[in-house]
């Protein structure tokens, strides 16, 4: 365990970026070959992100500067933030031209189970529920898409999930449908109904999808 470990996104957005952990007081980029699916999912819940949607490689987030970080982590993917991880050396010569990045979703599924619950998304550092009546088949399939979850099986109001806590999202998605994540699509800056958390939307959405892809090092 490496109680002193830090972590954060560079390059990108609040929850997508070029993975940099702190170990002391310097930030360390982190080798592809040895950032896993487990890894992932600690650094976006650390993060206060969504599930882990995208895993590139190749310092597709620019290459970082100073040193890559000389150890490996060895999460198990339950772990609230990375120092509760295990690490080990690393097992490979990686350059900044591995660098990993992560793209964390901006959209959640709460109270049911990996792919159905309760739609939240990520606006700034809060997670705001939607309104039932401002949420159609095309934001529908955005979603799926970005959590990796398939098609749409079926939406559900009326706090079927369960309500919310916190404040229900002031704008509308007025998605396509075409998206890769909810965050591209359009919204308008007003809701058409007043709605509380009774009127909190769920979603169930067809299967899981593994995300992950594996990248090696290149020197």
């Known amino acids: ?5 830090g972590v954060r996104l560079v390059g990108g957005s609040r929850c997508s970026g070029r993975v940099e952990v702190l170990h002391g007081e310097t930030w360390s980029t982190v080798c592809d070959a040895d950032f896993d699916q487990q890894d ?8 206060g992100c969504g599930l882990p949607v995208e895993v590139p490689g190749a310092a597709a987030f620019g290459r970082g500067e100073g040193q890559v970080w000389s150890e490996e982590l060895q999460c198990r993917g339950s772990e609230s933030q990375i120092r509760f991880c295990p690490t080990s050396s690393l097992k490979h010569r990686c350059s900044s031209h591995s660098d990993v990045g992560l793209v964390c979703a901006g959209v959640r599924l709460v109270g049911g189970s990996r792919c159905s619950g309760r739609v939240e998304v ?13 949420f159609d088949q095309q934001d529908a399939e955005v979603v799926c898409r970005e959590l990796g979850c398939g098609l749409p099986v079926e939406v559900l109001g009326a706090a079927a999930f369960g309500r919310g806590e916190g404040q229900v999202w002031s704008e509308e998605l007025q998605c396509r449908g075409n ?4 965050h591209v699509c359009p919204t308008s800056s007003s809701l058409k109904h007043n709605c509380s958390h009774d009127n909190d939307v769920g979603l169930v959405c067809a299967s899981k999808k593994h995300i992950f892809n594996e990248f090696f090092c290149t020197n």
């Not at 365990?1 to 470990?5: G, K």
């Not at 990520?122 to 401002?134: F, I, N, R």
């Open 1 to 5: 365990m490496a109680s002193n470990l």
């Open 40 to 47: 992932a999912e600690v650094v976006c819940r650390e993060l």
């Open 122 to 134: 990520l606006h700034g550092e809060t997670w705001s529920t939607v309104c039932d009546a401002d």
């Open 179 to 182: 998206e890769s994540h909810i």
